[in-house]
């Protein structure tokens, strides 16, 4: 993992800033080493034999390097940030590519503000460690080594004295360390789990509304609260026994100096200038290993973000069969061959289902809910995969198909609107990402949705809203359906397309859809039965498979299935 979180630094403008970052670490912490060894010849040396003009020089050699200092900062402060935002981004990109090839199968089982949180939350604390962690390391390992050999040469065994605290915080680290990255991964997935109840209830506050649920939804949120809470509590309480053990030892360490250097001065063992800069000498050496204490705490942080990163990562995405080869041409044929498919082990949705569509025909499905008509759509574009048996498209099984070319030749229209936020102009050219205003304009038109859209102020231009909040679900079920005249695809999949609209805005879209079956392959899956009376073949599908199938006069007059939910819904009219 922590090779794969180096790769991050290799692109050419991050590994320049890094290199230059670490440079500059290593001339600030230079610096730092200058001014107890100055100050120790200051008093030994220049002040006793009255050396003033050396002491002078020096003092301004002293006032240089710390005006260089502030240069060397302003680096590292202004673009070891700009470096660690530059891998975020980088991060943050790849993992939303790799979101996009992700089967569908993912975010069923995966909350979208979970997501969100992985892609933001945690991101950012691995942004904060690619900048100060490395950084920190480097200068707290350069202060370590310098301020030693700067102390050994004034006197070993009092600089072996000193050192001998660091192999307890280097014990303290190690074994707070494995309890520190389980609770701040625990926090993580809470914030993750807090993150996703505000989306939901974000996106749901229309119906929490209508049904006066917002105690309701406070309860909901207040749960995943405390559950954070709780898990904060874990995190925090390691890293207090850990700050409290480390912070101890220092204290410690300022005691043990003051007496061992104490007792060396009175012995004779060094002088006053020598005590003097091991004073200075044990504030250069407290600095790093307070960076070193920041780091422990900072690395797990961000490493327990990297690593929820890396799980979404290696999550194996939709490929294509070696041999997959783009489609040039689609007629429109479709066939099923003993199709059988399952969400998981517990329930078969489709068993042995076998039909064939011929190209420019239209083929509706109906049935009871939890028959498989929905799951039998998203098997032709490979939304899902068969387990057994096999789909083809003009005689072609569609795993030798690209999954591009295929979804490209199909077109989708369902029951469930999604617009993004946006204009109205930028939806309908989600068909067809380089199409003109006029071609734009044209599949509008044939939609009949372009006579309202020229009637608001900004025409093509409204804004619609987030999720479309803005429009009606007949006009957002027209827009999308203008999607679909303006992407043209030979194959046609209308999922339920009006079974949540009224009569009369059902009526208006029923044109449009007819109007948009005219020469394409279509697949129907219907609620209400009136609209799928001319279909060339109505198939009834149950939890069973295939129970009837004919055109509706022969459906009907053979009384079974299809007669009586046809019959049921025409005495509730």
């Known amino acids: 993992m922590i090779k794969r979180f180096i790769s991050y630094y290799k692109p050419k403008p991050i590994k320049k800033i890094f290199i230059t970052d670490m440079i500059c670490a290593f001339i600030m912490a230079v610096c730092d080493l200058f001014y107890p060894m100055i100050t120790r010849n200051i008093i030994n040396i220049y002040v006793p034999n009255q050396q003033f003009q050396l002491m002078v020089t020096w003092l301004v050699i002293l006032g240089f390097l710390y005006i260089l200092k502030v240069g060397l900062n302003y680096y590292i402060t202004y673009y070891g940030h700009i470096m660690g935002v530059m891998m975020q981004s980088n991060m943050r990109r790849d993992i939303f590519e790799h979101l996009q090839d992700l089967p569908f199968v993912f975010f069923d089982e995966n909350k979208t503000g979970t997501l969100t949180s992985r892609i933001i939350n945690d991101l950012m604390e691995v942004s904060e460690l690619a900048h100060h962690g490395p950084e920190d390391l480097f200068i707290s390992l350069v202060m370590l080594v310098g301020s030693f050999i700067a102390l050994s040469t004034i006197n070993l065994p009092l600089a072996l004295i000193v050192f001998s605290v660091v192999p307890f915080l280097v014990f303290l680290a190690m074994k707070l360390r494995i309890r520190m990255s389980d609770s701040f991964m625990e926090t993580r997935e809470t914030i993750g789990e807090v993150n996703a109840t505000i989306e939901n209830s974000i996106s749901g506050i229309r119906v929490s509304k209508a049904f006066s649920n917002k105690d309701n939804e406070i309860e909901k949120f207040e749960r995943n609260n405390v559950k954070f809470i709780k898990a904060r509590e874990k995190a925090y309480k390691v890293m207090a026994e850990f700050h409290v053990s480390s912070s101890f030892i220092i204290d410690f360490l300022n005691i043990l100096v003051l007496s061992a250097g104490g007792i060396f001065f009175f012995k004779g063992y060094i002088n006053f200038g020598d005590f003097a800069a091991f004073i200075l000498y044990i504030g250069n050496f407290l600095n790093p290993i307070r960076k070193l204490i920041n780091f422990v705490e900072q690395y797990q942080s961000g490493v327990s973000g990297f690593k929820r990163f890396t799980e979404i990562m290696d999550k194996n995405v939709e490929y294509d069969e070696p041999d997959a080869k783009d489609i040039e041409s689609v007629r429109g044929d479709i066939r099923f061959e003993d199709v059988s498919f399952s969400y998981d082990d517990n329930k078969e949705i489709l068993k042995d289902i076998t039909f064939n569509i011929e190209q420019g025909k239209t083929v509706a499905f109906v049935g009871p809910s939890g028959g498989g008509k929905t799951t039998l759509c998203h098997l032709i574009p490979r939304f899902y995969e068969v387990e057994e048996g096999s789909i083809y498209i003009d005689d072609t099984n569609i795993k030798d198909f690209t999954r591009k070319s295929l979804r490209k030749n199909i077109g989708i229209v369902q029951q ?91 009526l208006l879209i029923q044109n449009s859809l007819e109007e948009l079956s005219k020469g394409r392959t279509t697949v129907v899956v219907a609620h209400r039965l009136s609209t799928i009376k001319n279909a060339d073949e109505i198939i009834v599908i149950t939890d069973k498979g295939i129970i009837e199938r004919g055109r509706h006069e022969d459906l009907i007059s053979n009384n079974g299935i299809y007669a009586e939910l046809y019959n049921s819904q025409f005495k509730n009219m």
């Not at 380089?434 to 734009?440: A, C, G, H, M, V």
């Not at 231009?461 to 429009?471: A, H, I, Q, S």
């Open 416 to 506: 469930d609107v999604f617009l993004f936020t946006g204009t109205i102009a930028d939806n309908i050219q989600c068909g067809k990402f380089d199409s003109t205003e006029e071609e734009i304009q044209a599949a509008a038109k044939m939609a009949n949705i372009h006579d309202f859209i020229m009637s608001l102020p900004e025409g093509y231009n409204t804004y619609v809203g987030e999720r479309g909040v803005k429009l009606s679900g007949g006009q957002k079920q027209r827009i999308s359906i203008a999607r679909v005249f303006l992407k043209n695809p030979p194959i046609l999949v209308l999922d339920e397309a009006t079974s949540a609209l009224d009569n009369a805005t059902e």
